[in-house]
């Protein structure tokens, strides 16, 4: 079975920066999209960020400019740099393949919370 194990949230200032690491198990990454998401409290799991098998990145607009999606196939890893945060990026952070597939299961996710 697919598995992630995330990491690198804490706490931070508005307009803070932290950098999150996936590390991604029984998968060939190079071969698949990868993608972060992040579940706030009582809200639904949102696509935050996108990068393709070759490289192409897309994000959503609520954090397009400030969040910087990569992946290092080698290590079988994904990162989010996360730059300028704002108190509604207060979520936990999960990475997954994109698309989801059947086989994969979410990990534990990170917590990243932006409070003054």
């Given at each position: 079975?697919?598995?992630?194990?995330?990491?690198?949230?804490?706490?931070?200032?508005?307009?803070?920066?932290?950098?999150?690491?996936?590390?991604?198990?029984?998968?060939?990454?190079?071969?698949?999209?990868?993608?972060?998401?992040?579940?706030?409290?009582?809200?639904?799991?949102?696509?935050?960020?996108?990068?393709?098998?070759?490289?192409?990145?897309?994000?959503?607009?609520?954090?397009?400019g400030?969040?910087?999606?990569?992946?290092d196939?080698?290590?079988?890893?994904v990162?989010?740099?996360?730059?300028?945060?704002?108190?509604?990026?207060?979520?936990?952070?999960?990475?997954?393949?994109?698309?989801?597939?059947?086989?994969?299961?979410?990990?534990?996710?990170?917590?990243?919370?932006?409070?003054?």
């Amino acid at each position: 079975q697919v598995q992630f194990a995330e990491s690198g949230g804490g706490s931070v200032q508005p307009g803070g920066s932290l950098r999150l690491s996936c590390e991604a198990f029984g998968i060939i990454l190079r071969l698949y999209g990868m993608a972060w998401y992040r579940q706030a409290p009582g809200m639904q799991r949102e696509l935050v960020a996108q990068i393709a098998s070759g490289g192409r990145m897309h994000y959503s607009e609520s954090v397009k400019g400030r969040f910087t999606i990569s992946r290092d196939n080698a290590k079988s890893a994904v990162y989010l740099q996360m730059n300028s945060l704002k108190p509604e990026d207060t979520a936990v952070y999960y990475c997954n393949t994109d698309p989801i597939l059947p086989t994969t299961a979410w990990g534990q996710g990170t917590q990243v919370t932006v409070s003054s």
